[in-house]
């Protein structure tokens, strides 16, 4: 069963890429304004199904949102994570 998540986001595109002696890589283009914000542990990039034209990415690197968290000082002071 898949689930719906609408935490993530486009963040950028990558490109597959060849070294002149033949080694396969991946090129990536990240926007970097986008990215304030962005939980870095939950990266993740797929095939770019919409690709039409050469030069667009063959993939898309989509990042998902950090969860909103209570400021340090108040978790010392209610012992936790909970505000009660």
Do not use: R
């Not at 095939?47 to 898309?60: F, G, I, L, S």
């Amino acid at each position: 069963m898949s689930k719906k998540n609408n935490n993530f986001f486009t963040i950028g595109g990558g490109w597959k890429a060849t070294t002149k002696k033949g080694q396969a890589y991946l090129s990536l283009s990240l926007n970097v304004e986008k990215m304030a914000g962005v939980d870095l542990k939950k990266i993740c990039i797929f095939p770019n199904k919409y690709k039409k034209e050469e030069k667009h990415p063959d993939y898309v690197v989509m990042a998902s949102k950090k969860e909103e968290s209570m400021p340090e000082e108040s978790k010392q002071e209610t012992g936790g994570d909970f505000p009660f």
